[in-house]
């Protein structure tokens, strides 16, 4: 018999969530999504239900992010009721998370990007080893940051949402604390511990006596050029900034700027801009309209998926192909 891809327990004072797709990296499919609402529906008025764990399993990743090869193949056929199930539905999930009325605890330990930080921003404790791995890569692969998050980045401190949105920057240990993305850095010898005392207490306060001293941020020699630079109203604005930095740092973003999709940076910063005004269900509506034309009625995301997780070849064909050629008017027409 297959595992399941999501195992439901209830342990001690806790309804417990292993994500159990690990050779995956534990990528959200669309039944693990109907489990995931079926537990919320189940747990969040069984008062025996004190808190929620949230684990992946197989000590690689949390959870990698929702499955867009399936996503793209739908969309390659011409077959929008999949496509639409599968993101209205996730994103109801979101919602759900937000709205449950318990702690919800995020045990990340490893790679946690895209759908996998969906899981877990919107309520807490968010718990990260240093082995813990937060991105949002979405503008590699021509979507944008979804899962709530176009709600979520514009409140991280300063720029730093814009930053992780446009380049998909990749946040570790207790960097994902500092940037806002996580609540606790606990080393990964102590989430067993971590664990039993949850179950044992059903307190998300018992975090606190495991959470370890953070260290300075990485990122914090560049915190003021992130602020300055990425706080520009177009995307070409933020490369000029930049630019006119003249930093080694700052020269690194341009680079991984132009490897982009233009229109995908174009459309995400747009988003954020119009998330920073939104309430979290406003940003889930706005996103699950722009699925549809991003998914299907622009070719990028089909080409993005191909290069970055089909052939792998790491060369996708944008179109247009870069920054100066975007039309303004059809940014905003995805959005209609």
Same mark, same amino acid.
């Given at each position: 018999?297959?595992?399941?891809?999501?195992?439901?327990?209830?342990?001690?004072?806790?309804?417990?969530?292993?994500?159990?797709?690990? !050779?995956?990296?534990?990528?959200?499919?669309?039944?693990?999504?109907?489990?995931?609402?079926?537990?919320?529906?189940?747990?969040?008025?069984?008062?025996?239900?004190?808190?929620?764990?949230?684990?992946?399993?197989?000590?690689?990743?949390?959870?990698?992010?929702?499955?867009?090869?399936?996503?793209?193949?739908?969309?390659?056929?011409?077959?929008?009721?999949?496509?639409?199930?599968?993101?209205?539905?996730?994103?109801?999930?979101?919602?759900?998370?937000?709205?449950?009325?318990?702690?919800?605890?995020?045990?990340?330990?490893?790679?946690?990007?895209?759908?996998?930080?969906?899981?877990?921003?919107?309520?807490?404790?968010?718990?990260?080893?240093?082995?813990?791995?937060?991105?949002?890569?979405?503008?590699?692969?021509?979507?944008?940051?979804?899962?709530?998050?176009?709600?979520?980045?514009?409140?991280?401190?300063?720029?730093?949402?814009?930053?992780?949105?446009?380049?998909?920057?990749?946040?570790?240990?207790?960097?994902?604390?500092?940037?806002?993305?996580?609540?606790?850095?606990?080393?990964?010898?102590?989430?067993?511990?971590?664990?039993?005392?949850?179950?044992?207490?059903?307190?998300?306060?018992?975090?606190?006596?495991?959470?370890?001293?953070?260290?300075?941020?990485?990122?914090?020699?560049?915190?003021?050029?992130?602020?300055?630079?990425?706080?520009?109203?177009?995307?070409?604005?933020?490369?000029?900034?930049?630019?006119?930095?003249?930093?080694?740092?700052?020269?690194?973003?341009?680079?991984?700027?132009?490897?982009?999709?233009?229109?995908?940076?174009?459309?995400?910063?747009?988003?954020?801009?119009?998330?920073?005004?939104?309430?979290?269900?406003?940003?889930?509506?706005?996103?699950?309209?722009?699925?549809?034309?991003?998914?299907?009625?622009?070719?990028?995301?089909?080409?993005?998926?191909?290069?970055?997780?089909?052939? !792998?070849?790491?060369?996708?064909?944008?179109?247009?192909?870069?920054?100066?050629?975007?039309?303004?008017?059809?940014?905003?027409?995805?959005?209609?």
């Amino acid at each position: 018999m297959t595992e399941a891809s999501l195992i439901l327990n209830r342990e001690g004072h806790a309804g417990t969530i292993l994500m159990n797709r690990p !050779k995956a990296l534990n990528a959200l499919d669309i039944g693990m999504i109907r489990d995931f609402s079926a537990a919320i529906a189940q747990w969040k008025d069984d008062a025996s239900v004190r808190l929620v764990i949230l684990e992946g399993a197989g000590g690689r990743a949390f959870c990698a992010g929702g499955d867009v090869r399936a996503v793209r193949e739908a969309a390659v056929a011409g077959d929008r009721a999949p496509v639409e199930a599968f993101f209205t539905e996730e994103y109801a999930v979101n919602a759900g998370i937000a709205l449950f009325p318990k702690p919800w605890v995020s045990l990340i330990d490893g790679v946690c990007m895209g759908g996998g930080i969906g899981l877990s921003i919107h309520n807490g404790p968010r718990v990260v080893s240093e082995h813990a791995l937060l991105a949002m890569p979405e503008t590699a692969i021509a979507l944008f940051p979804d899962v709530g998050t176009s709600y979520v980045l514009p409140r991280l401190p300063g720029a730093i949402g814009t930053w992780l949105a446009l380049t998909g920057a990749r946040m570790t240990g207790a960097d994902c604390v500092h940037a806002g993305l996580a609540t606790h850095f606990v080393p990964r010898e102590s989430f067993a511990g971590l664990r039993t005392a949850l179950l044992e207490s059903g307190e998300p306060s018992i975090v606190e006596s495991f959470a370890a001293a953070l260290p300075e941020a990485s990122f914090a020699p560049h915190r003021t050029a992130i602020d300055r630079c990425f706080a520009q109203d177009s995307v070409l604005g933020i490369i000029a900034a930049l630019e006119a930095e003249g930093t080694e740092w700052a020269a690194a973003q341009v680079k991984i700027l132009r490897r982009m999709s233009p229109t995908s940076l174009s459309v995400s910063l747009e988003l954020l801009r119009r998330g920073k005004d939104m309430d979290l269900a406003g940003c889930l509506a706005e996103e699950l309209k722009l699925t549809g034309s991003v998914v299907h009625d622009h070719p990028d995301f089909r080409e993005g998926v191909r290069s970055v997780l089909v052939d !792998k070849d790491g060369a996708p064909n944008w179109t247009p192909k870069t920054l100066e050629e975007v039309d303004p008017a059809a940014i905003l027409a995805l959005f209609r």
